[in-house]
């Protein structure tokens, strides 16, 4: 069993990128096979379909979509932009969508979502946002355990895992619920 985790920000010091890998990390303590995906490493355009039309969909779209069929469970880790979904993974999102392969990965894979922000709601906002363009726009199954992480600017140890106990647990059983979700998924 291998999970995926990335980030829907490509700034290099996101918290979001912080929280996949802390995903990562924890994955792996447990005897999972883990990686983490950088979104910057995969450029695309603005989604536009008279490009699509005109150059096909970018190999960029291509590669992440067939990296993510490897996996069996993968974890988005989103910001909030203005109560929303990040343009960058949104924009990937629909890039991957339109590369026509069988199977489908959104519909034969588990997701689970989180979220870290320095405001108050944690990133909850896209995180709802997220589950819907997922189960509902692409049909993926998302697991219903998530995190939205506030005041991120502070939730972090110098280790990489969060200062706060509770918020360490928290997080490392949404971990543990995708690689359920994900083993009983692949069987």
């Known amino acids: 069993m291998r999970l995926m985790f990335f980030a829907g920000s490509a700034r290099e010091g996101s918290h979001n990128k912080k929280l996949a890998r802390l995903g990562q990390r924890i994955a792996e303590a447990n005897g999972i096979?883990?990686?983490?995906?950088?979104?910057?490493?995969?450029?695309?355009?603005?989604?536009?379909?008279?490009?699509?039309?005109?150059?096909?969909?970018?190999?960029?779209?291509?590669s992440l979509k067939s990296l993510l069929g490897e996996y069996d469970g993968v974890m988005i880790v989103t910001?909030?932009?203005?109560a929303g979904i990040p343009p960058l993974l949104k924009n990937t999102l629909d890039w991957v969508s339109r590369v026509?392969?069988?199977?489908?990965?959104f519909r034969?894979?588990?997701?689970?979502?989180?979220?870290?922000?320095?405001g108050y709601y944690g990133a909850m906002r896209s995180l709802l946002q997220l589950r819907e363009v997922l189960a509902v726009g692409?049909?993926?199954?998302?697991?219903p355990q998530q995190m939205a992480l506030p005041g991120a600017m502070k939730a972090f140890a110098e280790d990489g895992s969060l200062a706060d106990?509770?918020?360490?647990?928290?997080?490392?059983?949404?971990?543990?619920?995708?690689?359920?979700?994900?083993?009983?998924?692949?069987?």
């Open 33 to 62: 096979e883990a990686t983490f995906v950088d979104l910057s490493e995969y450029h695309m355009p603005l989604y536009h379909g008279d490009l699509e039309d005109a150059e096909g969909v970018p190999e960029r779209a291509q």
């Open 79 to 82: 910001p909030e932009y203005n």
């Open 100 to 105: 026509r392969t069988e199977p489908d990965v």
């Open 108 to 118: 034969t894979r588990v997701f689970a979502i989180s979220g870290a922000s320095p």
């Open 138 to 143: 692409l049909g993926a199954t998302v697991i």
């Open 165 to 187: 106990d509770a918020r360490q647990k928290m997080f490392a059983g949404v971990v543990e619920a995708l690689a359920v979700a994900a083993r009983k998924f692949a069987a």
